[in-house]
């Protein structure tokens, strides 16, 4: 078997420069910098991958490994250090000016993501880039990854911007993160479009099989069945949060509800991207009705061991996908092999690892019918990796 025609295989990247030729703070430079041991030796993404100013040796190394696409992004508070479109930083212009066009010279295309946060402040962000860089770039992104934003950021408070609201954080910022997609789809729909064209711990039990279950529910359900299916929420996680919050004495739900205007997210997307890393072990757990969290809510508990040895492929993820959604075209926009800090040189292990999974890709296609267009490798160079900073 071979990759179909039109195949985009592509790596991803961090550029640094935190604050170089006039960028603003990201919330993870604030983040990193307070210091508190949030972060593996109190390590920063000051310098990441060092993109920023060893672009060139970056676009060499693309060009040696004869890859088609290329994926980064533009950071917000490079465009805009204050966060808004009162003041432009034109060096931040500039420099992505000169990624874009040396990738398009050696034959490469762009795939670009976006920077989330208050619907009404990204789309303004993101009508600017669209207007600025749309007639080069065909392929955008317009968040990476909003669950860990949601529950990381705003829930457990482990990662940027360090919010620790059990129960309520993760629900608002995901409500938020989701009506900004829906804006900034709208404004390129509306501006662009046209000229662009562009497994469980027991599987024979009942109650980790329907806590698995609820668990994808309160996952990538969460943010795909708004825009995909029908506007709202998945009735489930609806209903389960609506019943703890009445045990727990609240008049109404923790989770937000979209305005008959703001269902106008469904259908807001032009392809699903997908990122995943590793399989993880759900179990089930009660919900007792104490304080409001997540996991209580779902009644569903998250089990990762970095001991657990890594399987490549995971089939079934984008075929269940595939069927859920309609099956829609599919990305898989991050995907890696992780080791300690320091790594074989050799990278055997990882080769095999990256191998066996296009060869489930390939399945996934051929066997499955699923309209898989892309995979994109986290990432071309070794990076920072958030709060494990460099030692992964």
Not at 227 to 255: E, H, T, V
Not at 316 to 345: C, K, M
Request: with cysteine; hydrophobic share 35%.
């Amino acid at each position: 078997l071979s990759f179909p025609l039109n195949w985009h295989f592509a790596p991803t990247g961090g550029a640094g420069g935190w604050d170089a030729d006039g960028k603003g703070p990201s919330v993870w430079d604030t983040f990193t910098h307070q210091g508190g041991d949030r972060v593996f030796k109190n390590q920063t993404g000051d310098v990441a991958c060092g993109s920023y100013t060893l672009w060139e040796e970056d676009l060499k190394c693309i060009k040696q490994l004869g890859l088609t696409h290329y994926r980064f992004s533009l950071s917000w508070s490079r465009l805009l250090p204050d966060g808004t479109t009162g003041f432009i930083n034109q060096k931040g212009v500039d420099y992505y000016e000169k990624v874009i066009d040396s990738l398009l010279t050696n034959g490469v295309t762009p795939v670009v993501t976006l920077s989330g946060a208050t619907a009404e402040a990204f789309d303004a962000y993101a009508e600017l880039c669209f207007r600025t860089f749309e007639d080069r770039v065909k392929l955008w992104i317009t968040m990476n990854e909003p669950y860990v934003v949601a529950v990381f950021g705003y829930e457990k408070g482990i990662m940027a911007p360090g919010v620790t609201e059990p129960g309520t954080g993760a629900y608002l910022a995901a409500h938020n993160l989701i009506k900004a997609h829906a804006a900034a789809w709208h404004s390129y729909d509306r501006l662009f479009q046209e000229k662009q064209g562009g497994l469980p711990f027991n599987p024979n039990s009942h109650a980790v099989q329907e806590a698995a279950k609820r668990h994808m529910s309160f996952c990538l359900d969460w943010f795909a069945t708004p825009i995909f299916l029908d506007g709202d929420y998945p009735a489930f996680m609806k209903s389960k949060i609506s019943a703890a919050c009445k045990q727990q004495g609240s008049p109404s739900s923790r989770l937000p509800e979209f305005t008959s205007e703001e269902k106008m997210i469904k259908g807001t997307t032009d392809i699903f991207s997908l990122n995943y890393y590793t399989t993880c072990k759900i179990k089930h757990q009660d919900n007792l009705y104490g304080q409001p969290s997540m996991s209580a809510d779902k009644e569903a508990e998250q089990v990762i061991d970095s001991s657990w040895p890594v399987a490549p492929g995971s089939p079934w993820l984008p075929v269940l996908h595939g069927d859920t959604y309609n099956h829609p075209i599919i990305y898989i926009t991050e995907n890696r092999f992780s080791q300690s800090d320091p790594a074989p040189l050799d990278g055997a292990q990882r080769w095999e690892y990256f191998r066996l999974t296009l060869q489930e890709i390939l399945k996934a296609i051929y066997i499955d019918g699923v309209q898989l267009k892309g995979y994109f490798v986290w990432s071309l160079l070794d990076n920072f990796e958030w709060t494990c900073g460099y030692s992964s």
